[in-house]
T-cell receptor, first 114, second 113 residues
Framework: AQTVTQSQPEMSVQEAETVTLSCTYD???????LFWYKQPPSRQMILVIR????KQQNATENRFSVNFQKAAKSFSLKISDSQLGDAAMYFC???????????WGAGTKLIIKP | DVKVTQSSRYLVKRTGEKVFLECVQD?????MFWYRQDPGLGLRLIYF???????EKGDIPEGYSVSREKKERFSLILESASTNQTSMYLC????????????FGDGTRLSIL
């Protein structure tokens, strides 16, 4: 069965600095998607960034970028120029290409120090 | 913009009560999901529905049932609430022609006393 592991329950970073959140996954499939979702204290789960497994190029969305290492089954999220509004729980999630069921990591709580 | 609305942000119920959590989406999405979120466990799928009156069990369906009588509404039912069902419940939806990303409601924090 597919699993998603986030080994960092909590991370903290100084405002304006860069932080990297780790995610590893286990699958035998070749067609899949990976996601980072953000859940701020307001609780709504928001998609931050997605990566298609067949794409070698790492996805980027403004200050957010991923380091996708398919062979190592690693999918880390880098947040540059951290802002106070980035404080949230961050979840890594996996989806098989033909499926609707997301497999979620346990989450990483990101704290931004002013 | 997609809007997924959960009827309550906070809910307190007693052990043994029948509890209804309601979710409504306004984008004519075919697929709807109920998740449970617990610290250290991430999100776990309880049930999902891919059409009106259709449902599939997720990873943790025990103690729950669902109802999808109309396309826009997906209800989660706790038949006889127990204290171990105290949790955050999240609803999500997605169109049939897409498989991602899912659109989420704000969540219902349910406490069973």
């Amino acid at each position: 069965a597919q699993t998603v592991t986030q080994s960092q329950p909590e991370m903290s970073v100084q405002e304006a600095e860069t932080v990297t959140l780790s995610c590893t996954y286990d699958t035998s499939e070749s067609d899949y998607y990976l996601f980072w979702y953000k859940q701020p204290p307001s609780r709504q789960m928001i998609l931050v960034i997605r990566q298609e497994a067949y794409k070698q190029q790492n996805a980027t969305e403004n200050r957010f970028s991923v380091n996708f290492q398919k062979a190592a089954k690693s999918f880390s999220l880098k947040i540059s120029d951290s802002q106070l509004g980035d404080a949230a729980m961050y979840f890594c999630a996996y989806l098989e290409g033909s499926n609707y069921q997301l497999i979620w990591g346990a989450g990483t709580k990101l704290i931004i120090k002013p | 913009d997609v809007k997924v609305t959960q009827s309550s942000r906070y809910l307190v119920k007693r052990t043994g009560e029948k509890v209804f959590l309601e979710c409504v989406q306004d984008m004519d999405h075919e697929n709807m999901f109920w998740y449970r979120q617990d610290p250290g466990l991430g999100l776990r799928l309880i049930y999902f529905s891919y059409d009106v009156k259709m449902k599939e069990k997720g990873d943790i369906p025990e103690g729950y049932s669902v109802s999808r009588e109309k396309k826009e509404r997906f209800s989660l039912i706790l038949e006889s609430a127990s204290t171990n069902q105290t949790s955050m419940y999240l609803c999500a939806s997605i169109r049939d022609t897409e498989n991602q990303p899912q659109h989420f409601g704000d969540g219902t924090r349910l406490s069973i006393l």
